[in-house]
């Protein structure tokens, strides 16, 4: 069974940064794609980053270009989404995706506060 765990969340100050982790166990890792999605309160969950299965291409939100870096290591079966220079507007539930052919599966997300 695939499970997916985000961890590295909380409230922090505007300009602050966070790393967020994403573990997975019960997959082969390495032949998945993974990306990280937010969701605001009210919103729609949306595409934050993603990274090819050997993690050579990686994309993007045109929303936290520059900001956001998206990562993974194959032999720890993680992946991690750092976030620099933090806004308001960044709050929202961070989750992790992990995509294979017609498999999917999601974490149960972490929350990341932005506020003074």
């Known amino acids: 069974q695939v499970r997916l765990v985000e961890s590295g969340g909380g409230l922090v100050q505007p300009g602050e940064s966070l790393r967020l982790s994403c573990a997975a166990s019960?997959?082969?890792?390495?032949?998945?794609?993974m990306s990280w999605y937010r969701q605001a309160p009210g919103q729609e969950r949306e595409l934050v980053a993603s990274?090819?299965?050997?993690?050579?291409?990686?994309n993007y939100a045109d929303s936290v270009k520059g900001r956001f870096t998206i990562s993974r290591d194959n032999a720890q079966k993680t992946v991690y989404l750092q976030i620099n220079s933090l806004r308001p507007e960044d709050t929202a539930v961070y989750y992790c995706?992990?995509?294979?052919?017609?498999?999917?599966?999601w974490g149960q997300g972490t929350q990341v506060t932005v506020s003074s």
């Open positions: 995706k992990a995509v294979w052919h017609l498999n999917i599966s």
């Open positions: 019960g997959l082969t890792f390495s032949s998945y794609i």
């Open positions: 990274i090819s299965s050997a993690g050579g291409t990686t």
